[in-house]
């Protein structure tokens, strides 16, 4: 998958599914406001389902920048 880099799309789904405006790869993104174990699920079912990698809850905890997801990831 070619997600592109900086505000591409990864980053762009990623803020939806954290209810954020808007996110960029230094966003850490466990302190957002409405970051708790219902979200985390969501953000692991679209590292799974979109970029066909699954990350376990040890590596999604190993993340601390929206850039660590990509990097892991896609």
């Known amino acids: ?3 592109g880099y900086g505000t591409g799309p990864f980053y762009a789904r990623l803020a939806r599914i954290l209810d954020v405006p808007r996110v960029g790869a230094g966003t850490k993104f466990r302190e957002t406001p409405e970051w708790c174990s219902l979200v ?6 679209f590292l799974e389902n979109s970029c066909g990698t699954a990350l376990s809850v040890d590596d999604l905890a190993a993340c601390e920048t929206a850039e660590d997801l990509f990097l892991r990831t896609c």
């Open 40 to 45: 985390a699920f969501g953000v692991l079912a």
């Open 1 to 3: 998958v070619d997600w």
